[in-house]
């Protein structure tokens, strides 16, 4: 259970000189990382791994959860700003961000992403702080069957993204479900629709096609449209939110908080996942589900909370069992191992004072990030005044080259671009591009699951029936999916 | 009305068909090619969700298609003139140059080049901005990836 | 680039950071690709590695992940690379199945192989609250119950999954294989109690033996792990087997590397696997510490490709 004396312990280590410097350059550093499109979290964690060799471990390993939390957050930047997700996670922020700024709302929606971000950031943390041995034994509680139904949960509660027309988003989703099969069987381990290339087995580079579908395809839709776009007026307003306002967003903050942190612990479901089930849930329950998409600030605050509140979850089963939540947390395990601090029951057993030093770093990273991004929102702004020839070129480039690095593999530039053109065709006419990056998530995750768990009964399809935990979850989402397929359905709901 | 004459309407009723006609090649492609995969012991073999998703994709292709055909596409297209394909078909053609020529030119030049080229094609006119902007975009990429992250940007091969 | 990096370790040595003892074969940093994703386990043993590799070369080694095709991608950029010794990569297991189960044409044969670095045997393990206390507890009920003992293991076609496809096998019994992506996700479901037993590497479970939730049961392997030295080998519980499969880790380099340049490498590399930092790492993380030399390597790796033909077969995954 919790130790306040060492959870302080860890509080003085953190705020301490060297420490602290190294979070506030590590919040800069993952805030810049975040933003540009092409880099993400997880690659400048893995990145910064071998600076940290000359640190002591204790300035490296705050540094890296500094990088985690900010770059995590950073992302959002460019989606309100340029419409290009600066991590994957960020996808969702774009839905309304973008819009915002288009109003000339720019300063609100950072204004509000930060907080959000700070809060469910926050949120998580303290949480992991007072709750990771029971969070612990919970998600122990999980496996291959209750996986699926998590699963085949998010795509019924995600339906409400497919956008205006239900019927394009499905034949968007069944594409991203057949894509998410190529490479090797999950299960069998020998290769699906490969062509017989090798550098497919290993299926296609996730990330080099996000950036493809999001970002490489904005930058097809701005030189298509480079007369027609006035050089923006920096209108940017107001970036502080009011007290007022922040009450008003109450609600969505707190369930974004408790989506992400539920989200963020269960393994391979990671800030992306939160983003898109707090947003849906959030349009749901709105009063005015037919303003999301148009520049609503709930909808950037349901995002951006709920990835950051992410990063508590995803970091929980990495320290206490030693089974990373996500890619970023994968690599911060690596870091810990390097020094000498293998996380895992272990760590927790003979290292305390170490696990309480990490939850005091990650509370601290929070608080960091949440006031450099609102002292530089204005600054970020001012992207909006550069002249679109030129910046087009550079968040072209930044796509392509970050797709070479994040696996340093010529292939993956190929697997951008023609992403990109993909995603800038789709849409064009009107096929919304999420639900393939979901079915990429979700689907390979519910497949692997559904087929795991069917080894484990050997082929007793009962198995989801008989886990309580399972059948819930199986009930929940079928609840789900009637009410939007019912929505969609009433006169009005739909389009004519 | 678009450059070729035809309504909004009509190039999304085509948008539509062509996308029911791939979905439908692809979902067949699985199809074929499912079927000479092991068959499993129980439940469950690698076909089975494959098969499963294709289905979806036939059924949802062919109601999208059905949709077109009366005449129900979503009339929401931006016209495309000829200027605008020009420019679209030249960036992705230098696109796929640069991708081809970055791994045996390195990235030093083929970077630079590619966005003098990309500049020009955006409708930038002042020279001397183009070149600069180039060759500071070119320099800072250099600078954070090779020198900074040490992650190597494919190198000048023919030079050394 | 080239010539900035030159220029680079110039500056380098000109400030005297480079040891000048040495001998320079090398003018400027090696790369090495690790084929796998940064921060994973084969990432950390390859950075802990070359981490002092100035000391022992004279040049620095830089790591590059190179991910994608399960591997494949990385170790064929390698192969195909110039052979100066500028470009190393680290192999791995993965290496010697490719090509026996038709993903690509690579093999060993596409290397010089410089150093065996870890060897790790399959090690099958329950919880500790499970009825089985031996191997043969095990194999018993499996023998009376076939298809209902279910074993968790990191990947179809993984050398735990063929040590244990061998053990049934030979014994004629039949478990129900649970593959996971990776050993974690495996070991968590054993330890939630979602599966009878886990078969991964000793690793992956030591922090959870010494915490007392796991018993490992027997390792595959000649002798005992030296990790685990009270741990039964599979023989010494009752079940030998002459198939061994083992996961392991080695550096490659591309094929027709220059005699003086190989021997160069070959002696760094092996001061390296001596560096305290490396075996400190190793031994904390119960990865066995195996090196050897680059003939000894390539006679390994001609007898692993023998010992994985019949267990692929049995798995179904062979592709001939």
């Not at chain 3, 190393?88 to 038709?102: D, K, P």
């Amino acid at each position: 259970m919790l130790d306040f004396s060492l959870l302080l312990q860890g509080f003085g280590t953190v705020l301490s000189g060297p420490n602290l410097l190294a979070i506030v350059l590590g919040s800069i550093g993952g805030i810049i990382v975040g933003a540009l499109p092409g880099l993400t979290a997880t690659m400048a964690i893995a990145l910064l791994i071998p600076f940290t060799f000359s640190m002591d471990p204790t300035t490296g390993i705050c540094m890296l959860l500094a990088v985690y939390a900010a770059g995590i957050y950073g992302g959002g930047i460019a989606s309100i700003l340029i419409r290009t997700p600066g991590t994957p996670a960020a996808v969702v922020t774009v839905l309304d961000g973008y819009p915002m700024a288009q109003k000339g709302m720019a300063g609100q929606a950072l204004g509000l992403a930060t907080i959000g971000s700070g809060t469910g950031g926050l949120f998580s943390a303290i949480c992991l702080a007072l709750f990771a041995p029971i969070l612990a034994a919970f998600a122990l509680r999980f496996s291959a069957p209750e996986y699926f139904a998590v699963a085949v949960l998010g795509l019924a509660v995600t339906i409400t993204l497919t956008g205006r027309s239900p019927l394009k988003g499905a034949v968007s989703a069944s594409m991203g479900l057949l894509i998410a099969m190529i490479g090797l069987d999950p299960i069998g381990g020998f290769p699906r629709f490969t062509f017989g290339l090798t550098e497919l087995t290993g299926g296609i580079s996730f990330v080099p096609m996000l950036i493809g579908l999001f970002s490489l395809s904005e930058a097809f839709r701005q030189i298509e449209l480079i007369e027609t776009t006035e050089r923006m007026t920096a209108k940017i307003g107001r970036v502080l939110p009011t007290i007022g306002e922040l009450i008003v967003h109450r609600w969505t903050m707190l369930r974004a908080c408790v989506i992400g942190i539920v989200v963020g612990i269960i393994p391979s479901m990671g800030p992306e996942t939160a983003a898109f089930v707090s947003y849906s849930e959030t349009k749901r329950n709105s009063k005015e589900p037919e303003e999301f998409g148009k520049g609503k600030p709930d909808g950037v605050v349901a995002a951006q909370t709920a990835e950051n509140a992410s990063t508590g979850g995803d970091v929980l089963p990495m320290i206490t069992l030693g089974v990373p939540g996500d890619a970023a947390t994968a690599v911060l395990m690596g870091a810990l191992t390097i020094h000498n601090l293998e996380p895992g029951p272990l760590l927790f057993r003979d290292h305390p004072d170490v696990v309480h030093m990490l939850f005091a770093g990650l509370i601290v990273a929070n608080v960091a990030f949440l006031v450099i991004g609102l002292v530089g929102a204005r600054q970020f702004a001012k992207v909006l005044n550069l002249d679109r020839r030129y910046l087009v070129p550079a968040i072209m480039l930044c796509s392509l080259i970050g797709s070479y690095a994040i696996n340093n593999n010529p292939m993956d530039v190929w697997v951008c671009l023609i992403f990109g053109f993909i995603g800038y065709l789709m849409q064009r006419y009107d096929y919304p591009v999420s639900p393939i990056v979901l079915a990429q998530i979700l689907g390979a995750m519910a497949e692997s699951n559904f087929r795991r768990s069917l080894a484990m009964s050997q082929g007793d399809l009962g198995i989801f029936a008989t886990r309580p935990i399972a059948a819930v979850l199986l009930l929940l989402a079928v609840v789900a999916a009637v009410s939007a397929i019912r929505r969609q359905m009433q006169p009005g709901g739909a389009r004519p | 009305m678009s450059a070729d004459g035809k309504s909004p309407q009509v190039r999304m009723t085509i948008a539509d068909l062509s996308a029911a006609s791939i979905s439908l090649v692809f979902a067949g492609w699985a199809f074929h090619e499912s079927g000479r995969w092991p068959a499993p012991e129980f439940i469950g073999g690698p076909a089975i969700v494959p098969r499963a998703v294709a289905t979806i994709l036939v059924v949802v292709a062919l109601a999208l298609a059905w949709n077109a055909l009366r005449g129900r596409s979503d009339a929401v297209e931006k016209p495309l003139d000829a200027t605008k394909i020009r420019r679209i078909a030249l960036t992705l053609g230098l696109t796929a140059a640069y991708a081809v020529s970055l791994e045996p030119a390195g990235f030093l030049p083929s970077t630079f080049v590619f966005l003098v080229a990309f500049l020009h094609v955006m409708g930038a006119t002042n020279r001397v901005s183009i070149v600069g902007f180039s060759i500071l975009l070119t320099a800072g990429f250099h600078a954070i990836f090779d020198l900074v992250l040490k992650v190597p940007l494919p190198p000048i091969v023919w030079l050394s | 680039m080239k010539l900035t990096r030159r220029a680079f370790t110039a500056g380098l040595a000109a400030a005297g950071l480079a040891s000048p003892a040495i001998a320079q074969t090398f003018q400027r940093d090696i790369t090495m690709v690790v084929p796998w994703a940064a921060g994973g386990g084969t990432d950390t043993l390859a950075r802990t590695l070359v981490k002092n590799a100035k000391q022992y070369l004279g040049v620095g080694i830089n790591v590059v992940n190179r991910t994608g095709g399960t591997g494949a991608v990385g170790m064929q950029s390698v192969s195909a690379a110039r052979p100066d010794g500028y470009t190393i990569g680290l192999i791995t297991f993965h290496l010697s199945a490719y090509r026996l189960m038709g993903l690509s044409d690579l093999s060993y044969r596409d290397f010089e192989p410089i150093a065996l670095l870890n060897r790790t045997p399959a090690a099958f393990s329950v919880k500790a609250d499970s009825p089985f206390k031996t191997l043969k507890d095990l194999v018993d009920y499996a023998k009376a119950n076939p298809g209902v003992v279910t074993v968790a293991n990191s990947g179809a076609g993984a050398n735990t999954h063929l040590s244990a496809a061998i053990l049934a096998k030979n014994n004629g019994i039949k478990f129900s294989f649970v593959p996971f992506d990776g050993g974690a996700p495996a070991r968590t479901a054993m330890v939630g109690g979602h599966v009878t037993s886990l078969v991964s590497g000793p690793d992956e479970v030591l922090q959870y033996v010494k915490t007392g939730q796991v018993r490992i049961l027997a390792m595959v392997g000649e002798q005992r792990h030296p990790s685990f030295p009270d741990v039964p080998t599979i023989a010494e519980a009752g079940f030998p087997n002459k198939e061994i499969v083992y996961d392991w880790r080695g550096i490659g380099a591309p094929k027709g590397l220059p005699p003086a340049i190989s021997k160069t490498l070959s002696e760094g590399f092996e001061k390296m696997a001596k560096d305290p930092d490396f075996i400190a790492l190793m031994d904390q993380a119960a990865l066995a510490r195996v090196y050897m030399n680059g003939a000894d390597f390539t006679k390994f790796l001609a007898g692993m490709e023998t010992s994985l033909e019949p267990a692929l077969a049995e798995v179904g995954l062979l592709k001939k």
